[in-house]
């Protein structure tokens, strides 16, 4: 539990921090969707432990639609989190990622 005295920020809080952690675990899934997929030419090149960087929009213009729908959500999900701590004005540094 996220230590707070006031029992409704704690809550939003703790959805903030499941939401968070909700998306890396998508992040992850649709890496590894891509990765079987349309990446999988490229993921078969790689040297284990070698890191690739990549941003959402170049996720987004994949042509597995089943990865356009898992970045629309991460999208929303990125969203939810900022309304999330602009309604209720929670900085970044009251938040653990």
Do not use: C
Not at 4 to 32: C, G, Q
Not at 36 to 52: D, L, P, Q, R, S
Request: charged share 25%.
């Amino acid at each position: 539990m996220i230590p707070n005295h006031n029992p409704y920020r704690a809550s939003i809080l703790e959805t903030i921090h499941s939401l968070s952690t909700m998306e890396a675990e998508v992040i992850s899934k649709t890496l590894s969707i891509l990765m079987a997929g349309e990446w999988k030419e490229m993921h078969e090149t790689f040297e284990e432990g070698k890191k690739f960087g990549f941003t959402l929009t170049q996720l987004g213009t994949s042509t597995d639609q089943n990865v356009v729908s898992m970045v629309k959500l991460i999208k929303n999900l990125r969203k939810t989190i900022n309304k999330l701590q602009t309604q209720n004005n929670i900085p970044d540094e009251e938040v653990e990622f």
